[in-house]
């Protein structure tokens, strides 16, 4: 395969745009969750129960496709058509997203006793490299999103290193349907 800068280009462009799209739909769809102290919808509370900033996830998705570019420069003719695994584009995704502070949770949440959206900003990550390796986050183990989560907040991990993550899952034999 001949190297062509303009098939990077152009997916990197439509990949931006299902990024933003992707990340509307999972906070609009954690806004439509039920707050499990207050016992209604989370969009319904006095309060914004977590705020976004755009500019960082803006800056997280220059990183994702400046990381992909390098990637797909780096390896040449060895891999494929992209020359790059689903598992690994979702590993520089979950890692620039996870590694970001897009999502800032309300003082009230932060002190509530069942910290629902602690882990807001690393789910949603997670659920976006799921999805990308055809996945769904609810059919993937309890232990094992558990332990993503923590891996991810706590213990040092790189895009390549959740890329080996993400294509051991894809291959796992769990593919959602």
């Known amino acids: 395969m001949t190297h ?11 990949f931006e745009i299902k990024i933003l799209e992707r990340y509307n739909y999972y906070t609009k769809m954690i806004k439509n969750s039920d707050c499990v102290i207050m016992k209604r919808k989370v969009s319904s509370l006095d309060y914004e129960t977590f705020n ?19 990637l797909y420069m780096r390896r040449g003719n060895l891999i494929g058509n992209m020359r790059m695994s689903e598992g690994k584009i979702a590993g520089v995704v979950v890692f620039r997203l996870s590694k970001a502070h897009i999502i800032h949770i309300h003082r009230k949440c ?30 993937l183990a309890t232990g094992i999103r558990n332990e993503l989560v923590y891996t ?14 993400f ?7 769990n593919n959602a349907s």
Do not use: W
């Open 4 to 14: 062509n800068p303009m098939e990077i280009d152009e997916f990197l462009s439509r």
């Open 52 to 70: 976004l900033y755009f500019s960082a996830l803006k800056e997280a998705i220059n990183q994702i496709k400046m990381d992909l570019k390098i």
């Open 110 to 139: 932060n002190v509530c006793s069942k910290k629902c959206h602690s882990h807001l900003n690393v789910s949603i990550a997670i659920r976006m490299g799921l999805e990308y390796i055809h996945k769904k986050y609810p059919e």
């Open 152 to 165: 991810i907040k706590n213990r040092h991990v790189n895009q390549e290193t959740l890329g080996l993550v």
């Open 167 to 173: 294509d051991t899952l894809k291959e796992s034999g």
